[in-house]
């Protein structure tokens, strides 16, 4: 009959928390996480102290030093100048626990991780040169694309004038998605990487890469060709290479974007760049080419033709390095060892190991301040919003809209602090809504009585309206219903006060609703309704103790709205029966019944199903209002049911034995 809301588990006020919940647990959560760090913090000084000596004597860690090497390559391939590697080495050093130093090759300094006013002194050979146009091949870089490094040796992350601009990367992006999503479609694998550049290349994943090449529909030419930031990079390149050969006394060539390069009399080789092999491991493969016709296949000159080709490559790579020398880091000599020279002590009271207690204690404390200041902080915030919103309230802040609610966080005791304060204001929001709505719903009430017999004064006054029974009448009528929704207001005010007085004695209910028919019996046969009253089965005892006025008052109410809103040639029923130790009323009608959306507001006060307000369909609304204020003030419910366009049927339920106090005020 009625719904309600999924309903949300909290404990309830008097509900003890489980121990896991409550800020009591969290606390001691806190302080055994304390003291764990404490035995680790002590027992890894221990372990330290006693591996020292060992780890000193071990050799130089080959992956930590390519990793060092590999990252400030990185840095020197994209930045001109070696300012700002400040922190990428002193990160470095964090990591690996390495003393990194670099100095240019005249051995001047650059930056170095060792801290101190004099640290020691540089061994006499660096690590490696840090150079991004001739990387050292016996680091192996450790990720990225650096496994795709050629044999010139330039870093592939040193792009220089090729890096392509914000714009012309989405461009390029969103032809790959394309072309990538196209062959899905054909169930062909693929996944999209950009390059050191920005470029996109659609890599196939597995072996559809046979598939790719009979897949015509999906070639997208614009991947092959260079953007105009990479078409003015490649022609400055070309124009070094060219420069070179000339000076060697050979033909000038044609570069790709790919840095292969043919005859300008012969003809690209189509689709040699557009995609890339990746297999089922996920290792980037090269990317085959597809073989073209013999006749476009740019053939060597004769003999010579493999020494012009180590030329052509000599003289690109030397292009190369010219070009992107004025978009690189100079050359720097890396030198890469232990932070510091000295051997590692045994457990004794030095001061080394001094300083190291002394660094572990202050650690811990700095982890148990953390610690609290953290629990403090969730335990504090909550407090700090909740105080804010009741200033808010206070200050009149919600008055013109709905309340922002606190968040509640975790179901503890400042979470539910928290929930009992957001009921609270949104109570308040509803109650002042009502309070709005009742103020104005009573200027409206009063003021349309008020006008007409003002109306019709005034038109006395004037001499226009003559004073005859007529006249005195409509201003008797009038001054009623001002009477009756002052009474109304009146029964209302005192139901909220708690002074609504009952006079509880028995009452013979099958006469009760007998007076009250034969006292709407007029009103039903004037609006063509048929009234009927049920007979009450035979063995159904008869009395129960109510307010007999209060109880006619209800029971009128809910009779007379039910012939308002029955059309001519419906009906309205009244029955009466016992349902364990209660007594059940029922008047139900065939009138136009009520929408869902209209149903949970029948019993709300001023709230009217005809919105225009008009006399002839409606009253004053109270009277529903009323009916549940007095059904509860008999310790009984009321409720309804309705089907749009059909019927409605009001149900009061009062205890046959009367008030669960009848001596107190309603």
């Known amino acids: 009959m009625f719904r309600r809301g999924p309903a949300v588990s909290r404990p309830g006020r008097g509900e003890r928390l489980p121990l896991r919940k409550s800020l009591l647990g969290r606390l001691l959560a806190v302080s055994a996480l304390v003291a764990v ?20 004597e071990q050799g130089q860690n080959l992956t930590d030093d390519a990793r060092i090497y590999h990252t400030l390559l990185g840095y020197a391939a994209t930045h001109r100048r070696w300012d700002g590697v400040e922190a990428t080495v002193r990160d470095l050093a964090r990591q690996t626990g390495r003393r990194v130093a670099l100095t240019t090759e005249e051995r001047e300094p650059i930056t170095d991780s060792a801290t101190g006013a004099s640290p020691p002194r540089l061994p006499p050979r660096a690590s490696a040169i840090v150079d991004p146009l001739s990387s050292d091949t016996a680091l192996a870089p450790v990720s990225g694309d650096s496994s795709e490094a050629g044999a010139d040796r330039i870093d592939p992350r040193a792009v220089g004038p090729f890096r392509l601009p914000e714009s012309e990367r989405a461009g390029l992006r969103k032809i790959a998605e394309r072309t990538a999503d196209c062959l899905r479609g054909y169930g062909i694998g693929s996944d999209i990487v950009a390059g050191p550049s920005g470029r996109p290349r659609i890599e196939v994943l597995g072996d559809d890469f046979e598939r ?9 030419q614009e991947l092959d060709e260079p953007t105009a930031t990479e078409a003015k990079a490649l022609a400055a390149l070309n124009k070094l290479t060219d420069a070179c050969l000339s000076r060697q006394g ?45 006749a476009e296949i740019p053939a060597p000159a004769g003999p010579g033709s493999d020494a012009d080709d180590r030329a052509v490559a000599s003289c690109v790579t030397t292009a190369r390095s010219e070009q992107l020398s004025a978009y690189v880091a100079s050359p720097a000599l890396l030198f890469i060892g232990d932070p510091d020279s000295t051997t590692v002590p045994g457990f004794d009271l030095s001061p080394a190991n001094t300083a190291r207690i002394a660094g572990a204690a202050a650690l811990v404390l700095a982890l148990t301040v953390g610690a609290s200041v953290l629990a403090a902080a969730r335990v504090v915030r909550p407090l700090l919003a909740l105080t804010g919103a009741a200033q808010r309230m206070k200050d009149g802040g919600y008055s013109d809209a709905a309340p922002v609610p606190v968040p509640a966080g975790a179901v503890n005791e400042v979470g539910r602090l928290a929930a009992a304060f957001n009921d609270m204001s949104a109570h308040r929001a509803r109650m002042e809504g009502q309070r709005k709505a009742l103020v104005s719903d009573v200027a409206h009430e009063l003021r349309t009585p008020l006008s007409n017999i003002r109306g019709w004064l005034e038109g006395a006054q004037d001499g226009v309206a003559d004073v005859d029974g007529a006249f005195v009448s409509s201003l008797l009528e009038e001054a009623v219903q001002l009477q009756h929704i002052i009474d109304d207001l009146q029964d209302l005010a005192e139901a909220d006060a708690g002074a609504l007085r009952l006079h509880p004695e028995p009452v013979r209910i099958h006469d009760l609703l007998g007076q009250v028919a034969a006292a709407h019996q007029g009103l039903a046969e004037t609006a063509g309704v048929t009234l009927t009253v049920v ?4 063995d159904m005892p008869g009395e129960l103790t109510a307010d007999p006025v209060r109880l006619r008052q209800v029971v009128g109410n809910l009779l007379s709205n039910a012939v308002r809103h029955t059309p001519p040639g419906g009906s309205v029923t009244l029955r009466a029966h ?20 209209d149903l949970p507001h029948v019993f709300d006060r001023f709230w009217r199903a005809e919105k225009s307000r008009s006399r002839r369909t409606g009253g004053s609304g109270l009277g529903l209002a009323i009916v549940r204020k007095l059904t509860e003030a008999h310790g009984g419910t009321v409720q309804a049911v309705s089907t749009e366009g059909k019927s409605s049927v009001f149900t009061l339920r009062i205890p046959a034995g009367g008030p669960a106090d009848s001596s107190r005020e309603a």
């Open 37 to 56: 760090c404490s035995v680790g913090a002590t027992a890894w000084l221990a372990v330290q102290t006693t591996s020292g000596a060992i780890k000193q």
């Open 212 to 220: 790719v090449q009979s897949t015509t529909a999906c070639v997208a």
């Open 250 to 294: 050979r033909e000038p060539v044609k570069l790709t974007l790919g840095l292969s390069w043919r005859s300008p009399r012969a003809a690209a080789l189509p689709g040699q760049d557009r995609f890339a092999r990746i297999t089922e491991d996920a290792v980037p493969a090269p990317a085959p080419t597809v073989a073209p016709a013999p």
């Open 535 to 538: 007979p009450a089965p035979a």
């Open 578 to 597: 016992r349902d364990a130790g209660t007594v059940v009323i029922d008047v139900s009608d065939t009138g136009e019944g009520l929408s869902p959306e």
